[in-house]
């Protein structure tokens, strides 16, 4: 476990980690210190066998604001070039923590506990599942700053609200609450606030109760399905199912079944 003051808290919860980004003074804006600090996080949770499932969510009133303005400033005081080349840098960064979010091999939920700004969205939407207090918003509000999303949002929000409607929130920044972001497929599930911490807990349990194996395996295929051709979909998980037919899981299920079977009734 991380120290109270760390950019990024993880405290195991059973099964399930639950990662809080964490710099409540500035809404949880995204700076270089935090992105290294998930991604740290996120490599140590990857390799964790006895953990099944990840909550994202963040300390305080907001879930993330964005990308950190202040910073953002003081980058531009800087020549030309090194503003280009530390602009590199950073966002082979943030391509990091994304990509390690995404790809993470534990079932992810995103608790979005109030705005879900620029980047803030973005690596809501790197997770698998999205539960929003009701006092939560959403905005894609990178071109207010005179930049593209930079976080993996123009591949995840067309897969969850469709091409036109992702290119409106992209083109307008405009803000979405919660029931509205529900409506739209943005979000899975609206929770009240005070619940919002219990209510994904709950729900990750649910999610990852099945064989870590079989989810892990499963979750990397779905991810990559609407790139890849049925032949090539059928290829994957039969490769899959080959190691899951080796697994203690497959074996233990199996024999539970059939053992039901057999006891009196």
Request: aromatic fraction near 4%; glycine fraction near 6%; charge should be negative.
């Amino acid at each position: 476990m991380a120290a109270a003051n760390a950019p990024v808290v993880v405290e195991p919860d059973g099964s399930v980690a639950v990662a809080r980004l964490n710099r409540p003074d500035a809404r949880n804006a995204i700076d270089d210190a935090m992105r290294e600090a998930l991604v740290a996080a996120l490599d140590g949770l990857a390799d964790h066998r006895a953990l099944t499932a990840l909550v994202l969510t963040g300390t305080g009133d907001a879930f993330c604001a964005g990308g950190d303005i202040a910073a953002m400033r003081e980058r531009l005081d800087a020549p030309v070039t090194e503003v280009a080349e530390t602009g590199w840098r950073r966002q082979r960064q943030t391509h990091r923590m994304v990509l390690a979010l995404h790809k993470l091999p534990k079932v992810t939920i995103a608790a979005v506990n109030g705005p879900a700004i620029g980047v803030g969205m973005d690596i809501a939407l790197a997770c698998d599942f999205v539960m929003a207090a009701e006092s939560a918003t959403f905005a894609m509000a990178h071109l207010k700053r005179g930049l593209v999303p930079d976080g993996g949002s123009m591949y995840f929000l067309p897969r969850r609200v469709g091409l036109p409607r992702a290119k409106e929130l992209i083109l307008t920044g405009r803000r979405l609450t919660a029931h509205e972001a529900l409506e739209l497929g943005v979000v899975d599930r609206v929770v009240r606030a005070g619940e919002l911490d219990s209510a994904a807990i709950e729900w990750a349990r649910e999610l990852s109760a099945s064989s870590p194996i079989a989810i892990a395996l499963a979750k990397s295929i779905v991810d990559r399905s609407f790139e890849l051709e049925l032949e090539s979909v059928l290829a994957l998980g039969a490769e899959a199912q080959a190691l899951c037919y080796t697994t203690e899981e497959h074996r233990a299920s199996v024999e539970e079944f059939l053992n039901r079977d057999r006891k009196p009734k």
